[in-house]
């Protein structure tokens, strides 16, 4: 005959949870941000040779998904996290910057490789290269290295999830803020909606 | 058929169009040659259509600031015979204009389109010739020489 | 209904059924998960149907070719990597052949040799990243993670002899960077003997897979004659059957010394030239360059691995030359024009990727708006390489 578990008295089942740790009591920030930094969804914006090894990234040595960061999403508008993954040059900044817009808040930011940290080896003689995305959209974390290993861009992954700790659930000043000081750059570019060819 | 074969033959038909055959003096390198800018295209015509010489494929097209002059310069290959010829359009800087080969290449059209976005040749007679690498309303053309570097471009600042 | 509301008469395609929908112009890119870098086209369509379609390039223009004209010539072979950054050891092989022959520089043979298995290996590389985001776009993820994986053993392979994963720099003018250290070729021979099988494996997952075909077969064609005129090369047009290697037809390094076959399209599984046939193209080329592989391993000699005549400071003498090898998207040339200095005059990279993209035009017209996408991967571009 199978033994079979003693019955629970209903008046001590609360205590019996509580006492077996069962429960765990937290803020809902804390709880919020948990939750935030267990699914970071990047977005799928590769410009470049990094963006080769954002790929390796999301597959199978490095893995991503490990990390709570799996779904690269296709869309900036499901998207947390934008990788800026190679040069940004000047016919593309506009485009980063919209796509910026796009992203819901909170947002962050990782500027992957030297090119799009400061220009890179393109600094002196590229024209046609923004000299670091910072001109463009405000950069959260940045990833050095032409092109960074993926371990590298793993490491700034936790580093965007450890500002995602410490986040103020009703301060959202810090986006905000963000936004205001890069009001100027980029936006002049801005192509009018529905102008054709730009 | 070799290279000087092919130089030849040209030389042959067209002997007014062309302005001089080679590498002159003692340069490295490949031998060319210097063709008039009002004759190119009946050259490449002619080079495409005749059954002899078949140089079916524009291999490339590039322009090249050599400092005074301009130049438009073709490899052009025939895969029947396994020759490369190298044509040289020289252009004067002020008004540098050629025909355009589009109708006969189907490659020549976007590699005319660099040339002209990056040195401002102008290839008449090409369908759409607009910028193709640099952004629509970028000044200048800047592979030329004298190229100044923009200062900045729409509010994004390029000397830091 | 006054005249200029109504749409104007379509000489074009249909829809099945004739029904008739409006014109709708459709904007794919510079950001889109299939277009494989920042590539932009736009369609218009007939419903489903692309009745036009015009390529907007140069979101990722990096001035390669100022930058070339304001370097020295050792210091253009970085920026070559950064050309084709899938097969950055191709590119600097390209550009250092071009100057090469400029200076008239004799190579060490065990360089040459070295150059070789770099080149094949990374052919492979390339390949393999092609067969993996080419299954993704037909919505196949499984392909993705097995190409990555063997790729990872290359990178790690080229990531012992110059200690980059991309963008090696490793293949100087004169010769190479460094020697390869004890025991790397044996680690190659044992790469080789793992890759060949998984070959095989390749085949079964996705090349042979009936959905992959139904999606892949019939699908822009590209006939040879368009692809000749258009100046493709590489497998875009081996995918059409043309027979064109420049490994073959004008060997460089020792290609003529070593016996392999070029893959060409034979419309199996539908028309000839269709982006299955582009796609097989590339598969059977792995097998190829393993194969090529194994017998320049067979013979590497022991010895320097640079020309002692390149310094620190090239001066090419006077001239210009035009000097092309094959990429793994085909026909890499360089145009190098030199007046006797330390810097070149011009550097013109004629990418062939630039010229595979252009004919795409010419094969989506016609089709449907979910092909292009696979129309897209079966040319297997890198913007780096189009827009320089």
Redesign the interface.
């Given at each position: 005959m199978p033994p079979t578990a003693p019955p629970v008295n209903p008046a001590n089942q609360n205590q019996d949870l509580l006492t077996k740790d069962t429960i765990l009591l937290t803020t809902v920030e804390d709880f919020v941000n948990w939750c935030r930094r267990s699914s970071v969804w990047p977005l799928?914006?590769?410009?470049?040779?990094c963006?080769?090894?954002m790929?390796?990234v999301g597959?199978?040595?490095f893995d991503i998904d490990r990390f709570g960061s799996g779904p690269?999403r296709?869309t900036?508008r499901q998207a947390d996290l934008m990788i800026v993954a190679?040069?940004v040059?000047h016919?593309?900044a506009p485009?980063v910057k919209r796509?910026y817009d796009q992203m819901a808040e909170p947002k962050y930011v990782i500027a992957m490789g030297a090119c799009t940290i400061g220009g890179g080896?393109?600094w002196?003689?590229?024209?046609?290269?923004v000299k670091g995305v910072d001109l463009v959209i405000p950069v959260d974390v940045h990833v050095v290295g032409?092109?960074p290993?993926p371990e590298a861009l793993l490491e700034g992954v936790f580093k965007i999830q450890d500002l995602m700790k410490r986040e103020k659930l009703l301060d959202r000043l810090r986006t905000y803020h963000k936004r205001e000081t890069y009001k100027g750059a980029g936006n002049a570019a801005m192509p009018a909606p529905g102008t054709?060819?730009r | 058929m070799t290279r000087a074969e092919a130089h030849a033959a040209i030389l042959a038909k067209f002997p007014d169009a062309i302005v001089r055959d080679g590498?002159e003096g003692?340069?490295?390198?490949?031998p060319?040659l210097v063709v008039k800018a009002e004759r190119l295209h009946d050259v490449v015509k002619w080079m495409k259509e005749d059954p002899g010489m078949r140089f079916?494929?524009?291999?490339?097209l590039?322009g090249?600031?050599?400092?005074k002059d301009l130049a438009s310069?073709y490899?052009l290959d025939s895969?029947t015979n396994?020759v490369?010829v190298?044509l040289r359009v020289e252009l004067p800087r002020e008004k540098p204009e050629v025909a355009s080969i589009t109708d006969l290449?189907?490659?020549a059209?976007?590699h005319e389109r660099e040339a002209y976005d990056?040195l401002g040749i102008t290839y008449t007679g090409h369908p759409k010739l607009v910028?193709?690498?640099?952004?629509e309303d970028w000044v200048g053309y800047?592979?030329r020489k004298d190229?100044v570097f923009p200062k900045e471009y729409h509010g994004i600042k390029n000397d830091l | 209904m006054s005249p200029e509301l109504q749409s104007p008469p379509l000489a074009q395609p249909r829809a099945p059924g004739d029904v008739r929908t409006e014109e709708m112009?459709l904007n794919i890119g510079?950001?889109?998960?299939s277009t494989h870098?920042?590539f932009r086209v736009?369609v218009q369509t007939d419903g489903e149907i692309v009745l036009d379609s015009e390529p907007?390039?140069?979101?990722?223009?990096?001035?390669f070719?100022?930058?070339a004209?304001?370097?020295d010539y050792l210091k253009v072979t970085?920026?070559t990597d950064?050309l084709d950054?899938?097969a950055s050891m191709c590119n600097n092989l390209g550009y250092c052949l071009t100057v090469e022959?400029?200076?008239?520089l004799q190579i060490p043979r065990r360089a040459t040799r070295l150059r070789m298995i770099v080149a094949e290996l990374n052919r492979v590389a390339s390949h393999l990243?092609a067969f993996?985001t080419y299954g993704m776009d037909s919505g196949a993820i499984t392909p993705?993670?097995?190409a990555?994986?063997d790729r990872?053993a290359i990178l790690k392979l080229f990531e012992i002899i110059c200690g980059q994963?991309?963008?090696y720099n490793y293949v100087r003018i004169g010769g190479l960077a460094e020697d390869a250290p004890p025991r790397w070729l044996d680690q190659v021979a044992a790469f080789v003997d793992f890759f060949e099988p998984k070959i095989d494996e390749y085949d079964a997952l996705l090349s042979y897979n009936g959905i992959f075909i139904k999606r892949a077969a019939n699908i822009g064609v590209l006939p040879a004659a368009?692809a000749?005129?258009?100046?493709c090369t590489g497998p875009v047009l081996r995918g059409s059957g043309v027979r064109?290697d420049i490994r073959k037809?004008?060997p460089y390094l020792e290609y003529d010394k070593v016996e392999f076959d070029v893959p060409i399209g034979r419309g199996e599984v539908g028309t000839l030239g269709d982006c299955w046939d582009r796609y097989m193209v590339r598969v059977r080329e792995m097998r190829e360059a393993c194969k090529i592989v194994r017998q320049v391993l067979k013979d590497v000699p022991e010895g320097p691995v640079m020309a002692p005549e390149a310094k620190k400071v090239l001066r090419?003498?006077?001239?210009?030359?035009?000097y092309?090898i094959e990429n793994p998207r085909g026909?890499l040339?360089f145009?190098?024009?030199?007046d006797g200095k330390d810097k070149a005059?011009?550097i013109?990279c004629?990418s062939p990727a630039?010229?595979n993209l252009?004919?795409l035009r010419?094969i989506a017209h016609g089709c449907m708006l979910a092909d292009m996408i696979m129309i897209i991967g079966s040319i297997d571009f890198v913007?780096?390489e189009v827009?320089?």
């Open positions: 799928t914006f590769g410009l470049a040779c963006a080769i090894e790929m390796a597959a199978t040595k690269f296709g900036p190679g040069t040059t016919k593309m485009r796509l080896p393109y002196k003689y590229g024209y046609h290269v032409c092109p290993r054709p060819g | 590498r003692k340069e490295a390198g490949d060319y079916e494929v524009l291999q490339c590039s090249v600031d050599y400092g310069v490899h895969w396994k490369t190298c290449y189907g490659a059209d976007w990056l910028r193709i690498l640099c952004a800047p592979l190229y | 112009l510079p950001q889109h998960p870098g920042v736009v907007h390039i140069g979101y990722l223009h990096r001035c070719e100022k930058i004209e304001s370097v970085p920026y950064r950054y899938l022959k400029l200076m008239g990243l993996g993705f993670l097995h990555f994986r990872e994963r991309l963008n368009t000749i005129s258009w100046g064109r037809d004008e090419p003498p006077k001239g210009e030359v035009y092309r026909e040339g145009y190098v024009v030199s005059v011009r013109k004629r630039f010229c252009s004919v010419e913007m780096g827009d320089r």
